[in-house]
């Protein structure tokens, strides 16, 4: 109990050394009675133990928290739970101060623990609330990383064959820079084309483009990007004895994504060209004609009006709803030709055909029977996990087999999959790690799949979850190997892009304005109309040039 001399229980303390109290305290004692700031001075000091002593601090647009803002000892988390998903921040500060404060949405906020950048993302859910009447307020924030940025902006780009990466800087100039994203490790890669974006998120086109040639891409905390081979991103090695919480490491099987047969459904397959008599049949006024199968690729069309079929040149053949003046219109996935309505239509007796690549969907199946085989006789049944999938936009044959048997190859074996956490390894969301850790058969290239950052004490503690590459041949051999076996880089070939560009032009305008001058005149005793002077009497006239 405080001791104020001269002073009697429950009498008001209204003058009092200053020097006694904690400066952002000393407000929310004036005017109190003794037993009223023991009590404050009693739970202020239970707070203060919540509020964190360890060396990680953030800053909210570049500012660090305003004195009396503090972040709460062991609040801070940082979760990725996947691959290609977005790392979350969760902390909770404590306003110990009557000023009000709480971060606002969409603000920039930082972390740093012992000096280092390990967060960098935008303000998603602040919120707050009070402790009764108690002068302290908690605020409870969850933050997004710059990956954020790039889902809120659109690309509407078609890129014709080139080296890969050289789209991506193209990406991020054009479309990220101005977010105040640059350029981190770009490697090199395959030449890929014709890639279509029509009005997609950035963010997933990112992915396809990724996805399409074996890479990952991220944005780190210092907003720069990377776009780098997944072979190549290796991360901090695991062995026996190591230094990792000694409880913390659990090993199981996962059977999760297991599958025997893979089902692709949607693939768009290619006829063999097709010549055929398209309907209806000209009669001289109608300009719509079809045939079985949606158009692949640029058709023949060819007309016969009594003296055998000549085909149309190729030049008078355009994209319905792209080109314009054109005698016939076509597009691709459509079954129909159409003859420009300024055109005179074909008379009565004519013939109509065409020359053409359809196309068909088809749904893949492909089953891996020694696998089947092996887990009918564990499991006295069938052996068949059935997976379906539906293909992406115009995937063709190929490209599905392609997909089919990579998804078999990769999760077509039950996989090991282990946690472990430590204060001392550095792991990321993405990295290929050697683990060797005989005594429970963990050995050889691990992916790290998941990961979540506390704090405890002083310390950062990483919980990453890793799953096996062996049943694949190991996680490098398979992003090598995939990146090889890639035989059509292509994503949305047969979609069509249309840019608006807006065109300013400064013209220079120059005229010239005639304004008559009248006298205003109204009679007096010593004013009077006469011959020359009346109402409206002509005074002269003045130019104005405007220029």
């Known amino acids: 109990m405080l001791f104020f001399k001269d002073r009697k229980e429950g009498d008001k303390i209204l003058d009092f050394n200053k020097s006694n109290f904690n400066n952002q305290t000393y407000s929310d004692y004036m005017g109190q009675s003794e037993r009223r700031i023991s009590k404050l001075i009693s739970y202020n000091f239970q707070t203060r133990r919540l509020v964190s002593k360890v060396s990680a601090y953030l800053t909210i647009d570049d500012n660090l928290l305003p004195e009396g803002i503090i972040l709460k000892a062991e609040s801070l988390t940082i979760n990725k739970p996947e691959i290609n998903a977005r790392k979350v921040a969760n902390f909770t500060l404590i306003n110990l101060t009557n000023i009000p404060y709480k971060p606002q949405f969409g603000q920039d906020v930082k972390i740093y ?114 776009f780098i081979e997944m072979a190549t991103n290796t991360g901090p ?102 003859q420009d309505f300024d055109e005179t239509p074909l008379p009565m007796g004519s013939e109509i055909r065409l020359v053409y690549k359809g196309i068909y969907t088809i749904n893949l199946e492909i089953e891996n029977q020694p696998e089947i085989a092996q887990r009918a006789i564990i499991e006295n049944n069938s052996g068949l996990y059935e997976f379906v999938e539906n293909a992406d936009a115009n995937m063709d044959l190929e490209t599905g087999t392609e997909k089919v048997n990579s998804l078999l190859r990769q999760y077509g074996q039950i996989v090991k999959k282990f946690v472990v956490s430590s204060y001392s390894k550095k792991w990321e969301v993405g990295q290929i790690c050697n683990v060797n850790i005989p005594s429970l058969n963990l050995i050889g290239d691990f992916l790290v799949m998941s990961l979540t950052i506390t704090m405890v004490g002083n310390r950062v503690l990483r919980t990453a979850e890793f799953v096996s590459g062996e049943n694949v041949g190991g996680w490098v051999s398979f992003f090598r190997k995939w990146l090889e076996n890639i035989t059509n880089l292509t994503i949305r070939e047969n979609e069509v892009v249309r840019k608006i560009k807006n065109i300013q032009e400064n013209q220079g305008i120059s005229s010239e304005y005639l304004f008559n001058i009248y006298e205003s005149l109204y009679p007096a005793e010593n004013l009077y109309p006469t011959e020359e002077l009346y109402p409206g009497t002509f005074m002269g006239a003045v130019i104005i040039l405007d220029d």
Do not use: C
């Open 237 to 338: 090695s695991l062995k026996e004895a190591d230094d990792y919480l000694f409880n913390s490491l659990r090993t199981w099987d996962d059977g999760s994504d297991y599958r025997t047969k893979q089902i692709l459904r949607g693939i768009k397959g290619e006829t063999v060209e097709i010549t055929e008599l398209m309907n209806p049949s000209p009669d001289g006024a109608v300009q719509t004609f079809y045939i079985r199968y949606p158009i692949a690729r640029k058709p023949i069309i060819e007309i016969n009006t009594g003296s055998g079929f000549e085909a149309v040149n190729e030049n008078y053949v355009g994209i319905l709803g792209l080109d314009e003046d054109k005698e016939w219109y076509w597009n691709v996935n459509r079954n129909v030709i159409t």
């Open 113 to 226: 623990i012992q000096g280092e950048l390990i967060f960098g993302g935008v303000i998603d859910e602040p919120s707050e609330y009070k402790i009764n009447a108690k002068p302290v307020k908690i605020i409870n924030v969850a933050a997004v990383d710059y990956h954020k940025l790039t889902d809120k902006r659109r690309i509407n780009e078609s890129y014709p064959k080139q080296p890969v990466e050289d789209i991506v800087n193209h990406i991020i100039t054009n479309y990220l820079a101005v977010e105040g994203i640059t350029a981190g490790i770009i490697q090199e890669g395959p030449e890929v084309g014709i890639l279509n974006f029509p009005y997609i998120p950035v963010s997933q086109a990112l992915k396809e483009i990724s996805d399409l040639v074996g890479y990952q891409w991220k944005i780190n905390p210092n907003k720069t990007l990377d």
